[in-house]
């Protein structure tokens, strides 16, 4: 049961020891020991972890001890090695607490990972996770399969040596998993070194070969059938390049056979899920389950596997990898050929010696179709066999059996060539034709293997094994070799197990597969026979054995366990035969895949499995009979033959790489996540060889301790006088000798000490009990002083007390004698008021009496006088009415009178109209010049006829109808009064008698109100007073309630809004790290733009090449940047012609020009979106005209005319505008000859103002014309459109456009003389001598009727122009009713509010009332700085020579001046004022850039004016603003740009430099927004800087291109600053001890963490972040750069350190500790305290930190009980439950006197968590960056006070 090296040391157990005992169910127990253990025991007694008490028996003789167990300190290590007690339970029972209690599937067990497949997706396997393992060591973090790749990876950069990676293990146990992780990080990080994607193919194989090799199996739902070794290729700079693919031992059976509840391979029920698709119909396919090979397991389908899906993958893998479409389609028919064959159905004949299979078989006719073979011949050859011997040749038919193997093995066969090529073409698809540097191979073969019928498959699978576990000893072993020769501890060899006999018996000279093959040559060999050879050869063997019921079987004793072969079937799958005749069928196909599968360079008779290394296999065909023919050992190769050969080259290649091992571990059958079977992991840690590496490690010294370490772990031991020692070194030693008094037991070795086992567990004994008993003295300490404080505090309550009962006793007698008082009082007052209240009760009855006598006499008389008072009024109103009544009567008489007088005058004054009448008609005749007069006043005269005579018509009707009126009603007057007269008065006695009974009842109905009035006042007084008190109370209660309701408003406001703020501002936050995220990508890609340049030019250049000068150069390349100044290109046409100058290859990259095509784009379609509604609104006019117009003649004449005269007009107009043509040409040469005399002579200024003004009357009135000219002719298209076609008008039209003076100037009368002259002639049929006999008369009229149909015309265009007004000045009505309507509601819903609300409200109002008006002022603004950029343009296109001619002037005289008057110059620049410019000439532009830009050092600037760069850049762009040079300005600030980018792609990880160029950018930048002359930016200039705005220019684009310049730069300096820190911070802020003492180092195994140094002096503390940070600071601050900017840094650094540290301790178990808690928070507190130093507090840094500091306290807080956890809950707000629960699960005590969290607290943590909507990403993103702000800041210097030193060499630099 026990492993040699498993037992403890004799040392003798005590009481409270620890052991582990053998368990039938767990393995392993644990118990702990009741009593001493005495030499001559011969048991112990125990304990077991349930109570029970057992007797274990000891061998006494042997001195075998149970196994002790290791301190709880050291359970649930990363690394097994670390272990003190080394062996079998020590391991398992840290293995299982990993995984169950932590989760933790891997493990370290010395060079071995251990992986334990948790049957659960995990998420440790993302981008995240694979970037944080990028460049670590193993031993910096959490065991991993990504360490691994990283160490394999650093290793073949480091030692320039190819590595391997060897995963193994138990179908089941993960080995596919862990090779795919393995491969997705060389793919991640290595990369592809070309657009190749070689990574992506790489990773796209694995479903290929998941989908042909992939089975289910009762151990693994995608178990691999086959082993690989991936060989991924890299180049010198370590980027992939290409892979290779060898594979072993593909499991042909699987093909043809299943067990129960297993499957065939997954490419087959893929295929059968897809059949219904189209492509896939002529596969004749349905479901798995009709065919029987994919049936015979039962369940075809997996649960969470969908098939159809993974097949899609598999098909997006094969095109990725460069498989044509119709090579797939192939494949696919030769794997559903497959299918059918097995489904071809056999029947037996003549007693079953021969079969036959039916013609019309479905099954048979689809394989032949898929194949392309011959039906005929197929179906014979499969029921049949040829024969050959030595003198004929003759076909002999097969039995049923014969026919179902030699169809299974032809199946077989195709699906193994099928797989070699598959294999072939990736290998093709993978391989590249660059030289291959170096390599790392990935190795996933198959585990050990023991089933209870073990077969062929099985003995090469453990013959595989046992080759690699003889490599992986040896391979240990000379690790422990080199790393005890390299401490210089004395070497003494270690015996292991070597398991070379056992690979000799199997592959040695008349070994197993030796006698195997040589039985397979031999005519009529069989399995007995080859098993009775095994037992006759091998029987004395240590390794072999024959079991004792069998003669058919053998046992081979594995280093792993004892495997009993059943040696049936060992001889067929060896031959692999297939018969000849199939296989020629099969080349002969028609289909060119099929052939080649079976064509090979010699003619084979024995096909055998895929050799690995992607090459087709030879076919050996062997007959039934020996055959005759000379032997050829090319025939010979057999199965087991070509596996030996293939394990021996895997091995070569294994031994020359460096090997890294995985060992994959299946924790049960069941494959339940996180279930752990202890005998199942046992068995296979027995297995992998993880026990042999423990052994090896606990023979020799296996605990190893850094000095450092071990002075910092076991500091407590050391005396106070050893201290005093310098050399740790020696400290140490003397410590140990001190300790441990057997010298054996440790070694001391170079930088390490080397322990024995148990000694470690030993030191930790003693370590704790120093605690323990510092921790008693302590507690005793404490419990005395609390005692005391105990009793003081007992003493002084006790004195309070008895002081407090005595008062209270003598204030109870007090407060009795006042009581008593006050009763007398009460008694007193109580008497008095009843005796009161009763006299007030008789009082009141007497006043009460007296007041109701007194009302009933008042009230008595008041009746009597009102009585009197309504008779009069009624005697008032009768007499009224009848004198008004003889008033209306007088009146209407009057009236008759007046209107028959008014007629007779009437009659009169027409008898004197119609005589003047008559006069006018002999005028008329006198007057025939006067002919329109007389149409006018005859027309008149008609209608005033007409008019007369209704009136007079109307009139009579009206008078006799009044005189009939008047004279009934006379007569119904007399009638009235002769009937009426006498009667009168009787009636009106009558009435007043009744009136006066009325006004007496009413006044008895009075009172009876008036007393039910009183009485009901009464009652509502009494009730309104209830009411008024209880209003009093609801106004109380309101008054509160709306003071509740004010504040919660006001707090759910302030919520509300800052919550809006908060999300505005991360919605602005993210766009603008999009943007700064695209401006980082665009500089990205122009970086690689420029280096493919680069090499493009290398390789290019020739002899004979002549390069440009690098300015030239410069320019062309790095320009991105035309003249942008939008005052003279400003329109966007301008920038499109520009654009075309330019080139499409350099416009393409130009920032400025895509912003003005973006603006033109939105202007046009505003522009669109106008004339649609016109267009629209034109439409419904015109389909409104048409159906208004009515086909009259006089129409048709009106619409000629007008464009008889438009037509006129037009002409006119074009004419004229040729006129102003040819003036505007001879202008221009005017001012070309002009320009070309003032060459020598100047013209005066009052002639170039004069020829300006005529060159702009001359544009004026061009433009005017041009627009009428456009009118015009949309006037005269759309009347032809309106006109019908078919109208007897239309010569007239003809005739129009036909008259020969049209290029005259014709005035609109003659238009319209000439036009009815044509009417005339073409309307000679109708008459006109209705007025007179000439005619004229006619012709006048009808000439006013055409021009009154002229004028109606411009009316009806002017009525059109009014209701566009009208319409627009309508929808304006329309929507600011809206806005009132709006208004309106929003005002009564503000009378709802309270006020606070109503300001609050009324405020935002305002607020986005003037947002409004800002931006229709903004577009306003916009608009007008367009015209004025055209205008600026205009003028510019006018005076360009004339410009370029007084400069040439200027420049001529400056000259001169210079030349002739140096000295004065000199003397009058002192005595004048400097005006801030700077001038240069072009030539000096490059030297300019030069001195100032590339080859400046930020050293020559020091003492000076910080970003003085910047100033005399600006100075210099001023002056050639003030000059109106643009081309100089484009290449001032190219030439800028482009020198500060190759300056730092120069100095990309210089620091100072960065930092330098980015403030003078900025500052730059500051300059052109503060000189730009908008008023947003000059707010706080003075005067004097008011002066040095630019006048000319608009650069608004160039400050954005410096803008993204500055990002980039900014962008730079984080990443130089993140690549100085990042190397520091680990160490400083995880593993430093900035509180001395504070923290243990716990032991590390095996992997040594890279910061556990020698002596620690090479690791960083946190003294030197914050001595570089302050580096940071300094420089930047010197150089002047921004403080916002400089916030922004830190705040970025801030969040890089609080990033990388979490992500570390995320992912590292043994900084997971209450200690590493206390010294983040130090380390934290340290920074915080270095932000308020440095005025940085305010940039938001430490609430990037956040998440780290509520790690630090999840750490050091409370974990055990409900409360703890809410408490945790409601704390750890800014870490996500996932990284709770991983902080949780990672926390490990380094002293034991601190406890484990449990799994219970961590479940209760995650329930409470679960509400939660955290992202699932576990790490933060250590490369986010914030995206930053340049605000705003304006100088305040003035640009002439700036002196330019002399150090610059810029002399050439003249000041203005």
Known sequence: ??????????????????????????????????????????????????????????????????????????????????????????????????????????????????????????????????????????????????????????????????????????????????????????????????????????????????????????????????????????????????????????????????????????????????ASLPEFKELALTCAEDFFYTSQGGNTSIEGVNDAEDFEKTRQAFTLLGVRESHQISIFKIIASILHLGSVEIQAEHNGESCSISPQDEHLNNFCRLLGVEHSQMEHWLCHRKLITTSETYVKTMSLQQVVNARNALAKHIYAQLFSWIVEHINKALHTSLKQHSFIGVLDIYGFETFEVNSFEQFCINYANEKLQQQFNSHVFKLEQEEYMKEQIPWTLIDFYDNQPCIDLIEAKLGILDLLDEECKVPKGTDQNWAQKLYDRHSSSQHFQKPRMSNTAFIVIHFADKVEYLSDGFLEKNRDT?????????????????????????????????????????????????????????????????????????????????????????????????????????????????LETIRISAAGYPSRWAYHDFFNRYRVLIKKRELANTDRKATCKSVLERLIKDPDKFQFGRTKIFFRAGQVAYLEKLRADKFREATIMIQKTVRGWLQKVKYRRLKQATLTL????????????????????????????????????????????????????????????????????????????????????????????????????????????????????????????????????????????????????TLSEHLSTVTSTHAMEVEKLRKELAHYQQSHGGDANLQLQEEVERLRSELQRAHSEREVLEDAHSREKDKLRQRVADLEQENSLLKDEKEQLNNQILCQSKDEFSQNSVKENLLMKKELEEERSRYQNLVKEYSRLEQRYDNLQDEMTIIKQT?????????????????????????????????????????????????????????????????????????????????????????????????????????????????????????????????????????????????????????????????????????????????????????????????????????????????????????????????????????????????????????????????????????????????????????????????????????????????????NDNLDLKEQVEKLEKNERKLKKQLKIYMKKVQDLEAAQALAQSERKRHELTRQVTVQRKEKDFQGMLEYHKEDEALLIRNLVTELKPQMLSGTVPCLPAYILYMCIRHADYTNNDLKVHSLLTSTINGIKKVLKKHNDDFEMTSFWLSNTCRLLHCLKQYSGDEGFMTQNTAKQNEHCLKNFDLTEYRQVLSDLSIQIYQQLIKIAEGVLQPMIVSAMLENESIQGLSGVKPTGYRKRSSSMADGDNAYCLEAIIRQMNSFHTVMCDQGLDPEIILQVFKQLFYMINAVTLNNLLLRKDVCSWSTGMQLRYNISQLEEWLRGRNLHQSGAVQTMEPLIQAAQLLQLKKKTHEDAEAICSLCTSLSTQQIVKILNLYTPLNEFEERVTVAFIRMIQAQLQERNDPQQLLLDSKHMFPVLFPFNPSSLTMDSIHIPACLNLEFLNEV
């Open 802 to 949: 008895q002081r407090y009962c005595r008062g209270y006793l003598a204030r109870r007698l007090a407060e009795h004698l006042r009581r008593t008082r006050a009763a007398v009082v009460l008694q007193k007052q109580y008497r008095m008021r009843r005796a009161y209240l009763a006299y007030q009760r008789v009082r009141g009855a007497a006043v009460i009496i007296q007041a109701f006598a007194r009302g009933m006499f008042v009230r008595r008389i008041y009746r009597q006088v009102l009585m009197e008072h309504k008779a009069t009024f009624i005697q008032k109103h009768v007499r009224g009415w009848l004198a008004h009544r003889r008033f209306r009567q007088m009146q209407a008489a009057a009236i008759v009178i007046q209107c028959a007088f008014r007629r007779l005058k009437a009659r009169q004054e027409l008898k004197a109209l119609k005589i003047e009448a008559r006069s006018a008609e002999h005028l008329k005749r006198l007057n025939v010049g006067m002919e329109n007069k007389v149409v006018q006043l005859q027309r008149k005269i008609d209608d005033q006829n007409k008019e007369f005579k």
């Open 578 to 690: 297939v018969y000849e005749e199939q296989i020629n069928i099969l080349k002969a196909s028609k289909f060119p895949l099929v052939a080649d599968l079976f064509h090979d360079d010699k003619d084979s008779v024995s096909t055998t499995s895929a050799s690995g290394k992607g090459s087709s296999s030879k076919i050996n065909i062997r007959s039934a009979r020996p055959t005759m023919k000379a032997s050829n050992k090319e025939h010979k190769k057999t199965v087991g033959h070509q596996f030996r050969t293939s394990l021996r080259l895997l091995m070569e290649t294994l031994n020359a790489t460096t090997p890294h091992y995985v060992r994959c571990i299946k924790p049960n059958d069941e494959k339940l996540p996180f279930r752990f079977d202890p005998k199942r992991a046992v068995q296979q840690l027995r297995a992998c060889g993880v």
């Open 1103 to 1411: 002899p004979g090449h002549r390069r440009n000068p690098s300015n030239q150069s410069s320019l062309e390349s790095d320009s991105n940047y035309p003249s942008i100044s939008t005052s003279e290109v400003g329109d966007t046409e301008d920038t499109l012609q520009q654009v075309e100058e330019i080139g499409l290859e350099k416009a393409a990259m130009d920032m400025t020009v895509f912003l003005k095509l973006q603006k033109r784009v939105r202007e046009l379609e505003q522009e669109r979106k106008k004339l649609q509604v016109q267009l629209e609104k034109r439409e419904q006019q015109d389909s409104k005209k048409v159906q208004v117009e009515q086909p009259k003649n006089d129409i048709d004449v009106d619409q000629d005319a007008d464009l008889a005269y438009n037509s006129l007009k037009r002409q006119e107009l074009e004419s004229e505008n040729k006129k102003l043509k040819n003036d505007l040409n001879e202008l221009r040469k005017a001012v070309a000859d002009q320009a070309t005399r003032n060459n020598s002579t100047h013209s005066s200024p009052d002639g170039y103002s004069l020829l300006l003004n005529q060159l702009k009357l001359a544009n004026e009135e061009l433009e005017v014309r041009k627009e009428e000219v456009l009118i015009l002719r949309t006037q005269i298209v759309s009347a032809d459109q309106r006109r019908p076609a078919g109208k007897s008008m239309e010569p007239n039209i003809n005739a129009r456009t036909s008259w020969p003076n049209s290029e005259k100037h014709v005035d609109q009368e003659d238009a319209i003389e000439a036009y009815h002259g044509v009417c005339q002639t073409n309307s000679k049929t109708e008459d006109w001598g209705y007025l007179n006999e000439d005619g004229e008369l006619g012709l006048a009229y009808q000439g006013l009727k055409q021009v009154a149909r002229l004028l109606e015309a411009q009316l009806q265009a002017q009525s059109l122009e009014h209701e566009e007004v009208v319409e627009s000045l309508e929808a304006q009505v329309e929507a600011l009713k809206e806005e009132l309507d709006k208004q309106q509601q929003t005002f009564c819903q503000t009378l709802l509010l309270s006020p606070e609300a109503q300001v609050e409200f009324g405020v935002q109002q305002e607020i986005s009332r003037l947002t």
């Open 1 to 274: 049961m026990y492993a040699d090296g498993f037992k403890s040391s004799p040392d003798r157990p005590s009481e409270h020891t620890r052991v582990w005992i053998p368990d039938p169910n767990e393995v392993w127990c644990s118990a702990e020991l009741t009593r001493d253990y005495k030499e001559g025991d011969k048991s112990l007694q125990l304990r077991l972890e349930d109570e029970t008490i057992q007797e274990y028996p000891v061998d006494v003789q042997n001195n075998e001890m149970p196994f002790l167990r290791n301190p709880d300190i050291l359970v649930g290590e990363n690394d097994l090695t670390a272990l003190s007690y080394l062996h079998e339970p020590a391991v398992l029972h840290n293995l299982k607490v990993r995984f169950l209690e932590s989760n933790h599937i891997y493990t370290y067990c010395g060079i071995v990972l251990v992986a334990i497949n948790p049957y659960e997706k995990l998420p440790i396997y993302g981008q995240d996770v694979i970037y944080a393992y990028s460049g670590q060591n193993m031993g910096d973090m959490d065991p991993h399969i990504f360490a691994v790749a990283e160490e394999a990876y650093k290793q073949m950069a480091r030692d320039e040596k190819n590595q391997s990676i060897i995963v193994s293990g138990e179908s089941g146990a993960g080995k596919t998993v862990s090779a795919k992780y393995a491969m997705r990080y060389f793919a991640t990080v290595g990369g592809s070194a070309s657009d190749a994607n070689i990574e992506e193919k790489v990773l796209a194989s694995s479903p290929i070969m998941e989908a042909i090799g992939n089975a289910k199996t009762t151990c693994n739902d995608n178990s691999s059938r086959f082993g690989k070794y991936i060989q991924i290729g890299f180049d010198k700079r370590y980027h992939i390049i290409g892979a290779n693919m060898r594979t072993y031992l593909l499991e042909k059976s699987r093909v043809v056979f299943q067990a129960e509840d297993e499957r065939n391979y997954h490419i087959f029920y893929q295929l059968c899920a897809a």
